[in-house]
């Protein structure tokens, strides 16, 4: 019986047979056209995004942060230009964290994988790279002589200066990350100085090591074997969701071709093979709709720039529906009204940003939380007065200190004191910081005779001396009988 196993799984001498092949390095042809423009313009705006929105400056008066979009952990707070979020209002993070999710889904059901192709930041990154790759040791056939070619010439210069340029963008992508969580100008003049902390040199380095590996060695490999997103991308398509395909019934029976050739007969491929050599993944789209393509239509654009050469009419290789990539005959396109699956995802994003604007329509500047003390929960005094004591902490998310009045309602004769002022108060004058957190200690007090037995229902009200906000916070006050 004859072998019929494949060169790269076949034993060379009766050793242990491998399961696994060697990755093929891929070095992608350049191309010009539609859609490398639009990858290079939608490149460009990621970098200066990243680049340039942690030197925007935002004035928030004396004492805040000037810097427009800011993740500040240690003050627990994310600023996004005149909007403030605490951690108490995670929920807004979360709504968009949603809306970017869902969003996915319906760009992927109208566009398929266009995210992975055009604005993923491994895809960015990865066309970066093989830009200065590109440039340091040349085009396609280049790259590959490049890699084949023995240590002692040029190779080794051209390696270097490549690495080289590779780390010199990775520690600056490292370092843009690190001003969205600190105050980009100190930052990068403590760095520069030498006066940085082991944490923020710390975080560059991990962010530019990933950067490195997943542009510079990985790339490929992230889309095919790392990510997730292949797995289940065809469960978000339908028949009208356009992707990147090859025209079979115009394209077969295959062949090659001489300019000025008639084409009688046979199909209108001529198999260049220039779309296999232009694709970031090495795939061949003429092989059908594959989970490793990434959707970037850089096939489209070189088949288009072969096609004219033969009097050819373009799109041999484009964008269509994903029902006109079968054998069988393309169904009806249906308008978006009859595809369910964007109605349910246009449905869910706007319910999720009809919230998120009920929550900020209801923010409160005036917050205040209460905690009942547990040990002792009621203390008898000797004038058989009844004493609760009580932890506030008032949330003032103004830019200005305030002064407060904290009141007790639905417990006759109750009187409120706060010990934490120096000197026993009415709660007549509770100052906040401002944009802060401030926390007192308030004990409520009750003649002897008036307190109910048990827990008694009251409301604390904490309110501004002139006209503003004000915060309602249930709690109880407990009145023990005495031992």
């Known amino acids: 019986m004859t072998d019929q196993s494949p060169d790269?799984?076949?034993?060379?001498?009766?050793?242990?047979?491998?399961?696994?092949?060697?990755?093929?390095?891929?070095?992608?042809?350049?191309?010009k056209g539609a859609n490398r423009s639009a990858k290079t313009v939608i490149a460009w705006l990621s970098i200066l995004s990243v680049s340039l929105l942690p030197w925007l400056r935002w004035d928030r008066g004396a004492g805040h942060p000037d810097q427009a979009i800011l993740f500040d952990f240690v003050a627990m707070r994310a600023y996004f230009l005149d909007t403030e979020i605490w951690p108490q209002e995670f929920y807004f993070l979360t709504g968009v964290l949603v809306i970017a999710s869902i969003g996915l889904f319906l760009v992927t059901a109208l566009y398929g994988r266009v995210w992975c192709g055009f604005a993923c930041p491994q895809t960015v990154w990865t066309d970066i790279f093989v830009w200065i790759e590109r440039r340091v040791e040349g085009d396609h056939n280049r790259r590959h002589k490049l890699d084949h070619a023995p240590w002692p010439t040029g190779k080794v210069v051209r390696k270097l200066v490549k690495h080289a340029a590779w780390l010199a963008v990775s520690l600056m992508t490292g370092a843009s990350f690190l001003f969205f969580f600190n105050d980009a100008p100190r930052a990068a003049g403590a760095m520069l100085t030498g006066e940085a902390g082991i944490v923020l040199y710390g975080f560059v380095a991990m962010v530019g090591l990933m950067t490195y590996v997943m542009a510079g060695w990985a790339r490929e490999q992230m889309c095919i074997y790392m990510c997730p997103w292949p797995r289940f991308q065809g469960a978000m398509l339908d028949h009208d969701s356009l992707v990147v395909a090859y025209d079979a019934g115009r394209g077969e029976s295959r062949g090659h071709a001489r300019v000025a050739q008639s084409f009688e007969g046979r199909g209108h491929c001529v198999d260049c093979r220039m779309c296999v050599q232009v694709c970031p993944v090495g795939i061949d789209i003429r092989d059908g709709i594959q989970m490793e393509c990434i959707?970037?239509?850089?096939?489209?654009?070189?088949?288009?720039?072969?096609?004219?050469?033969?009097?050819?009419p373009r799109?041999?290789?484009g964008w269509r529906p994903f029902s006109h990539t079968s054998s069988e005959a393309p169904a009806p396109k249906q308008p978006w009204h009859r595809r369910p699956r964007l109605m349910i995802y246009g449905a869910i994003i706007?319910?999720?940003?009809?919230g998120m604007a009920v929550a900020g329509g209801q923010r409160r500047m005036l917050d205040m939380t209460i905690l009942h003390d547990r040990s002792p929960v009621s203390v008898t005094l000797s004038d058989g007065s009844i004493r609760n004591d009580y932890t506030v902490k008032i949330v003032n998310r103004e830019r200005a200190p305030r002064l407060l009045r904290l009141e007790v309602l639905g417990l006759a004769g109750a009187q409120v004191g706060v010990r934490d002022l120096g000197q026993t108060s009415d709660g007549q004058g509770l100052a906040a910081a401002a944009d802060a957190v401030t926390t007192y200690r308030v004990s409520v007090r009750v003649p002897a005779g008036q307190a109910p037995a048990g827990a008694t229902p009251i409301e604390f009200r904490l309110s501004d001396r002139t006209p503003g906000d004000e915060?309602?916070?249930?709690?109880t006050f407990i009145a023990e009988a005495a031992r």
């Open 471 to 475: 915060a309602v916070r249930p709690n």
């Open 295 to 312: 959707g970037c239509g850089l096939c489209a654009d070189a088949c288009d720039s072969v096609m004219p050469r033969f009097g050819l």
């Open 315 to 317: 799109t041999l290789v």
């Open 350 to 354: 706007g319910v999720t940003l009809a």
């Open 8 to 31: 790269h799984i076949r034993p060379a001498s009766g050793g242990d047979v491998s399961l696994y092949a060697q990755a093929r390095k891929i070095h992608p042809r350049a191309v």
